[in-house]
Every structure is written in structure tokens, then in C-alpha cells.
């Protein structure tokens, strides 16, 4: 193992619970997101696991790292593999959702631009990793559309809860985006010691945890206006 890769079991372990606490907030955003558009429910529950798959296969590389002393370069690469496609339709069909939120359903060959994003940028992945087998700058093609998309995500989780006067679940939501460029900047500091890689994962449990508190929020509103609705056909 190389001083690249050094984890303390102590560290690999406190790490699960950002992606527990990140992977709880995607879920109730995706569980939002049905609410408010059902005829996709299995399509966005979907995208949100890849990317759950993602973040998991990233903590288990460095537990893995911390029990064994082995690095297993296939699940880190598997955290950008993964976390590509799925930020790219999870911001697709919340945008879906809005669209027929506001009583304006988005036509269905509108699918088919995430679709080209993802293979855009697979395509370039795939070339920059024949290309360069011996560095890894086909994880930059990955990283950008991770970048723009997860920022597009956020945008229209923002303006959704602005527009159902949830200001404070808004916020949240620009907390967590602010957090990932942070933890973004502070991962290009390259090699750090035990100390700052911890003061990283107490900043990435706030960071989650603040995307579990706005999406909880969401899926709760959601909720309510559907149990309203009900009520009103009901007595109807």
C-alpha cells in the first residue's frame, strides 16, 4: 500500500456515516419526487441507487484499505462510474417533476438528452482511459458531469422549495452544495494527514446530513399536499 492510500480503521468506519446520511437524503428526494410525479417513481428511485451504489462501493474501498492494507483500484473508480449516470437522471426527472408539477409534463423524447449526456461523456471517459491507461484523466470527463449535474440538481430542488415557501429546506440544500465544493477544494490539497482527514468527514457528515434535512422536509410537504388532495376528493 502506498502513503497515497492510508486509512485508520477508526476513520474508514466514521466514513460510512456520511453515505448512510446521504444515501437517506437521495432516497427521500427521490420518494419526493414520486409524489409529485408517480409515473416515474421506479425510474428516480433507480437513479438515486446508482448513485448510492457509488458512494457505498467508495467507503468499502477504504475500509478495505484500513483492514487489509489492499487497495482495490475497481471500487474507487466505480464511485465516479456510478455517481455519473446517476446524477445526470436524478436531475433530469426532478426537472420532470417540476415540469409536471407546474402542470406542464415535459414531452417523453426529452428522455433521450440525459441519455446522450451520459454516453457523451462515457465516450470520452473510455477514450481518455485507452489513451492514458496509465493515469486517471478519464475520471475528469466523470468528475465534470458530476459537477454540473449535482449543481443543476440543487438548483431545482432550491427553486421547487422556494416555490412551496420551504425556505429553510432550501437553504439546507445550498448548505450541501457548498459543502461539496469545500470537501472538493480540500481533496485537491492532495496527501493530508489523519487530523485533516478528519476534519473533512465531520464537514461531509454536516454536508450530508443537511441534504437529508432538506429532502426529508421536501418528502414531508409533499405529503401533506397529497393527503390534502385526497381529503378533497374525498369529500367531493
Not at 475500509?63 to 492494507?69: C, N, R, S, W, Y
Not at 464511485?79 to 436531475?91: D, E, K, R, S, V
Not at 473510455?126 to 438548483?155: C, D, H, M
Request: glycine letters at 6%; hydrophobic letters at 55%; aromatic letters at 14%.
Amino acid at each position: 500500500m502506498t502513503n497515497e492510500f492510508e486509512y485508520s480503521m477508526g476513520l474508514a468506519l466514521f466514513d460510512f456515516i456520511p453515505v448512510l446520511l446521504s444515501s437517506a437524503g437521495l432516497l427521500y428526494l427521490a420518494r419526493a419526487i414520486g409524489l409529485i410525479h408517480p409515473s416515474i417513481r421506479t425510474q428516480v428511485l433507480a437513479s438515486a441507487l446508482l448513485i448510492i451504489t457509488g458512494g457505498f462501493c467508495k467507503v468499502f474501498w477504504k475500509f478495505l484499505i484500513a483492514a487489509t492494507e489492499v487497495h482495490y483500484p475497481v471500487l474507487n473508480n466505480c464511485f465516479f462510474i456510478f455517481l455519473a449516470p446517476g446524477f445526470t437522471l436524478l436531475t433530469y426527472y426532478l426537472w420532470s417533476a417540476r415540469k409536471a408539477y407546474q402542470q406542464r409534463p415535459a414531452p417523453g423524447y426529452t428522455f433521450a438528452w440525459p441519455l446522450l449526456i451520459i454516453v457523451l461523456f462515457a465516450s470520452i471517459a473510455g477514450y481518455l482511459a485507452v489513451a492514458f491507461p496509465e493515469q486517471r484523466k478519464w475520471f475528469l470527463a466523470l468528475l465534470v458531469l458530476v459537477t454540473v449535474s449535482n449543481v443543476v440538481l440543487i438548483w431545482h430542488a432550491v427553486r421547487h422549495c422556494l416555490q412551496l415557501n420551504l425556505r429553510a429546506s432550501a437553504v439546507l440544500f445550498v448548505v450541501n452544495l457548498v459543502g461539496v465544493f469545500v470537501l472538493a477544494g480540500l481533496a485537491r490539497l492532495g496527501h493530508q494527514d489523519e487530523a485533516v482527514q478528519w476534519v473533512e468527514q465531520i464537514l461531509n457528515a454536516f454536508t450530508q446530513g443537511a441534504l437529508l434535512a432538506a429532502a426529508l422536509m421536501l418528502y414531508k410537504k409533499h405529503r401533506q399536499i397529497q393527503s390534502q388532495d385526497h381529503s378533497l376528493s374525498t369529500n367531493l
